[in-house]
């Protein structure tokens, strides 16, 4: 079985609603039921049954099928037409777990290395809640994600007709974060999170033997300045005060010692802050791909994807959730943050719909765990009750202020 939180450790847990710690021991049993099943983007199947079987049972009116496998809960109180989303992610990573942990993932090779499980865990605690006590005036869908890991799943829900089926007003995420004190929160104003792009350059020469190299015009050798003319990007053509980041993370070419191979390819992530230095990025990738090759009598193809854009937090609604924390954990419960160069799909919903993405703190050291897409990694349950507790006072908050 899965147990609750230990006893003794209940007094130094962060503050929560009473109504939602009382519910703990059953949230704690879905998060880890979920952690044991991981399942990947876009077959978050088992999940969304459970997600959807719950939200029923409270009341819900429930969605099935935009994104794949998204879900979506609306409930209406009172008479007011405002309306606003909050949104979870359910997928996991291909990633296999040595956490150790009793609950550990039960499927060999994948795992929620990242903390979708305590995500969605702490929407449907929330969503229990304020089902039961609807104090609120208006209309709240609950969103459940698919797909966030790289496959982009906010914006398939988006193009299946989110918005037309259930517009928003606006829209808030939230994301834990090891190594921030447990249940603190953090909400960074304007570009909180990084594009991120990738791009696979082939550098295309003539193979040949490795020992008579006259003969040939060898990619490797032209590939290996490439890498090192990609880092000028950054320190000579980005604005100091700006922040790009180009790294090469995987070099393949040839097998064997003695043969200089036709082709090798270069495989770059690629980071941006701001629209006008990911243009920039993309610019100039591509310029000295050319040049590089063709100065070793080459010839380079860059394959330039775009992927997740800028996560923007607005102002209004960050000002708002930032107001929201504080009112309720006062100045201490909430974090100063700078921006963090990782990626997040929310930024879709946000390019449609003011927001705001806060992050909530996972614990620190050994009780926060490791760092989130690490094997060890597992989401602290003792942040569930605060996280849920924040959605709780957001919804009311929004919900019953005036327009």
Same mark, same amino acid.
């Given at each position: 079985m899965n147990a609750p939180l230990p006893t003794a450790a209940i007094a130094s847990l962060p503050p929560a609603l009473e109504a939602i710690r009382a519910q703990e021991a059953e949230m704690v049993a879905i998060r880890r039921q979920i952690h044991q099943n991981p399942e990947l983007a876009f077959e978050e199947t088992a999940t969304a049954d459970l997600v959807a079987e719950r939200l029923a049972r409270w009341g819900y009116e429930v969605h099935r099928g935009l994104g794949v496998t998204g879900v979506v809960g609306t409930l209406k109180v009172g008479t007011s037409t405002r309306r606003i989303g909050l949104r979870a992610d359910m997928d996991a990573l291909p990633i296999k777990e040595t956490s150790g942990k009793a609950w550990a993932s039960q499927v060999l090779g994948k795992m929620h290395a990242c903390g979708h499980d305590g995500h969605t865990a702490m929407l449907l605690s929330a969503a229990r809640h304020l089902a039961a006590t609807q104090n609120f005036d208006g209309i709240l869908h609950v969103v459940f994600q698919p797909a966030e890991e790289g496959l982009g799943g906010a914006k398939k829900m988006l193009d299946d007709g989110f918005l037309d089926l259930f517009p928003c007003e606006a829209m808030f995420g939230m994301h834990n974060m090891p190594g921030r004190p447990l249940g603190k929160f953090a909400a960074v104003p304007g570009y909180a999170l990084a594009s991120a792009d990738r791009a696979v350059i082939k550098v295309r020469g003539v193979g040949g033997h490795g020992a008579m190299p006259h003969y040939a015009a060898d990619p490797v050798v032209a590939a290996s300045s490439l890498v090192m003319a990609l880092q000028t990007i950054v320190s000579r053509n980005v604005p100091p005060l700006q922040m790009g980041v180009v790294t090469v993370g995987a070099f393949l070419a040839g097998d064997a010692p003695n043969v200089i191979p036709g082709v090798?390819?270069?495989?770059?992530?690629?980071?941006?802050?701001?629209?006008?230095?990911?243009?920039?990025?993309?610019?100039?990738?591509?310029?000295?791909?050319? &040049?590089?090759?063709? +100065? #070793?009598?080459?010839?380079?193809?860059? %394959?330039?994807?775009?992927?997740?854009?800028? !996560?923007?937090?607005? &102002?209004?609604?960050? +000002? #708002?959730?930032?107001?929201?924390?504080? %009112?309720?954990?006062?100045?201490?419960?909430? !974090?100063?943050?700078?921006?963090?160069?990782?990626?997040?799909?929310?930024?879709?919903?946000?390019?449609?719909?003011?927001?705001?993405?806060?992050?909530?703190?996972?614990g620190e050291g050994s009780e926060g765990g490791c760092m989130v897409h690490n094997p060890g990694y597992d989401f602290n349950d003792a942040a569930l009750s605060t996280g849920a507790s924040y959605w709780v006072k957001l919804a009311e908050t929004y919900l019953n202020k005036a327009a």
């Open positions: 090798a390819e270069l495989r770059l992530t690629i980071r941006a802050f701001r629209p006008d230095v990911r243009d920039l990025l993309e610019k100039r990738i591509n310029e000295i791909a050319q &040049a590089q090759a063709a +100065a #070793f009598g080459c010839t380079a193809e860059v %394959d330039y994807q775009r992927g997740y854009p800028m !996560l923007h937090n607005h &102002a209004k609604e960050t +000002a #708002f959730c930032r107001q929201v924390i504080t %009112d309720w954990l006062g100045a201490e419960g909430l !974090l100063e943050a700078e921006p963090v160069t990782g990626s997040e799909d929310f930024a879709f919903f946000l390019e449609k719909v003011p927001g705001c993405y806060v992050f909530i703190g996972n």
